[in-house]
Structure formats: structure tokens, C-alpha cells
């Protein structure tokens, strides 16, 4: 049976200029993932990400660990959504929330202000003051599933780096979760984390989720991060 293992990218420099990097923190959690594939069976027979940075680097430092070969495949369709677009729509709504994305590095601040605007997204609040809609980001992630599955070779482990709001998309349109369901899912998934699909002639299943042996072995949870 044909698996997909998904796979959030390692942490990445949420209050910095640039948020799409990962941090030192997160280049180790990348490394200690592929050293954890490779005392494993969990071999890729091909690797894809996003075509974010945060994303090339975390599938380079896993592929790096575990001596795979192969071309990484980049597709677009798994980039997060635009996290700041999205609060900077919401603020421009909700101006008595006041919200400075470059200088508040709260992160609990971040995030309580991110689920607003989800709601607001999913809900379609925002149309018109977003380059994406929900539809559109949901369709996005539903043809990529669908792309990999149709793909996939009876015995495939195919590897996927993305972000986690299109993971917990993903694991919406497989297990038909409720908006609210998916949210919440959305802020429990740790970087550097994985779930697993088994992957099906007809649909995909979860088979596992946010999965972190490697970041639990010697350092307890000072390696758990969730941006």
C-alpha cells in the first residue's frame, strides 16, 4: 500500500523581518527528522514541498539525513495561505483590534488574532480584501491530495513538506472535518511534525498525526515549537 507522509516544515522566524526561514531551532528539528526516517523503514521514494523557502530548507535538511538522491519536486498548490494578508483584511474590518504584524511578537497574541481571521476567511468575510478566497485555497489542496494519489506507485512513501494550514486542509478534505474541526486542528500541529496517509485506489486515510519521536529522544520537549 502507497503511503504519504506529511510533513509540517521545522520552525520557521515568526517576529523576525523575514518569516520565511527557518530559525536555528528549526534547521536542527529538520535534521533530527531525516536522522529519524533513516533509522526507520519510512524511505521516500519521492519527495515534494512547497515553493517556500521555509519549506525547501526543511525538505533539503531531512533529504540531506536521510542520502536521498532525488530531485526534490517543488508544487506551489502546497504553500501556506497568506497568513499576514489574511490579518492585515481582518484588521482593516475590526480596527478596534489593534495589531502591529512586524513589531507584536506575542505569539499567543499572533495566533488568538490568526483564528479570528480564519473564521472571517471561511466564513467569507473577507472577499474582495484577499488575493485567495477559502473555495480557492480548498481546491487548491483537494487537487494536489488528488494528484499525489493519483500518482502514486502501489508500494510509493511519498514525502510531503508543507505548512500547516494546508495540512490541516488536507486532513479536512480526507475526513470530511468540520471548518471549526480544521481550525483547531490547524494551531496543534507542531513543527517538524508529521501525519501519515495510507493512500487507496479510490479515496486516503489517516492513518496518523503531528508526530514528533525525534524531537522527544534526548532534549524532552525544549525542541517542540508550533510557528
Same mark, same amino acid.
Given at each position: 500500500?502507497?503511503?504519504?507522509?506529511?510533513?509540517?516544515?521545522?520552525?520557521?522566524?515568526?517576529?523576525?523581518?523575514?518569516?520565511?526561514?527557518?530559525?536555528?531551532?528549526?534547521?536542527?528539528?529538520?535534521?533530527?527528522?531525516?536522522?529519524?526516517?533513516?533509522?526507520?523503514?519510512?524511505?521516500?521514494?519521492?519527495?515534494?514541498?512547497?515553493?517556500?523557502?521555509?519549506?525547501?530548507?526543511?525538505?533539503?535538511?531531512?533529504?540531506? @539525513? !536521510?542520502?536521498?538522491? *532525488? $530531485?526534490?519536486?517543488?508544487?506551489?498548490?502546497? #504553500?501556506?495561505?497568506? &497568513?499576514?494578508? %489574511?490579518? +492585515?483584511?481582518?484588521? @482593516? !474590518?475590526?480596527?478596534? *483590534? $489593534?495589531?502591529?504584524?512586524?513589531?507584536?511578537? #506575542?505569539?499567543?497574541? &499572533?495566533?488568538? %488574532?490568526? +483564528?479570528?481571521?480564519?473564521?472571517?476567511?471561511?466564513?467569507?468575510?473577507?472577499?474582495?480584501?484577499?488575493?485567495?478566497?477559502?473555495?480557492? &485555497?480548498?481546491?487548491?489542496?483537494?487537487?494536489?491530495?488528488?494528484?499525489?494519489?493519483?500518482?502514486?506507485?502501489?508500494?510509493?512513501?511519498?514525502?510531503?513538506?508543507?505548512?500547516?494550514?494546508?495540512?490541516?486542509?488536507?486532513?479536512?478534505?480526507?475526513?470530511?472535518?468540520?471548518?471549526?474541526?480544521?481550525?483547531?486542528?490547524?494551531?496543534?500541529?507542531?513543527?517538524?511534525?508529521?501525519?501519515?496517509?495510507?493512500?487507496?485506489?479510490?479515496?486516503?486515510?489517516?492513518?496518523?498525526?503531528?508526530?514528533?519521536?525525534?524531537?522527544?529522544?534526548?532534549?524532552?520537549?525544549?525542541?517542540?515549537?508550533?510557528?
Amino acid at each position: 500500500m502507497a503511503t504519504l507522509i506529511l510533513t509540517r516544515h521545522a520552525q520557521a522566524s515568526l517576529g523576525k523581518q523575514d518569516y520565511d526561514q527557518l530559525s536555528d531551532l528549526g534547521h536542527k528539528q529538520a535534521h533530527l527528522l531525516g536522522e529519524y526516517f533513516d533509522s526507520t523503514s519510512i524511505k521516500p521514494s519521492r519527495v515534494i514541498c512547497g515553493s517556500l523557502k521555509r519549506h525547501i530548507e526543511t525538505a533539503d535538511a531531512i533529504t540531506r @539525513s !536521510l542520502q536521498y538522491n *532525488q $530531485a526534490i519536486e517543488t508544487d506551489p498548490r502546497w #504553500n501556506e495561505f497568506d &497568513f499576514k494578508g %489574511l490579518i +492585515k483584511a481582518y484588521l @482593516s !474590518l475590526n480596527s478596534d *483590534q $489593534a495589531f502591529n504584524l512586524s513589531r507584536d511578537s #506575542n505569539p499567543a497574541t &499572533f495566533f488568538k %488574532l490568526l +483564528k479570528k481571521a480564519m473564521f472571517a476567511w471561511a466564513n467569507n468575510d473577507l472577499v474582495g480584501l484577499v488575493d485567495e478566497s477559502w473555495s480557492d &485555497f480548498e481546491y487548491r489542496i483537494e487537487t494536489g491530495l488528488e494528484a499525489i494519489r493519483q500518482q502514486a506507485d502501489r508500494d510509493d512513501t511519498v514525502m510531503l513538506v508543507s505548512s500547516g494550514g494546508a495540512i490541516s486542509m488536507a486532513i479536512r478534505k480526507v475526513m470530511g472535518l468540520s471548518v471549526e474541526q480544521m481550525i483547531d486542528i490547524n494551531f496543534q500541529i507542531k513543527n517538524a511534525s508529521y501525519a501519515s496517509f495510507d493512500i487507496k485506489r479510490d479515496r486516503m486515510v489517516l492513518s496518523g498525526f503531528n508526530h514528533t519521536p525525534h524531537l522527544e529522544l534526548d532534549e524532552g520537549k525544549t525542541l517542540i515549537s508550533y510557528a
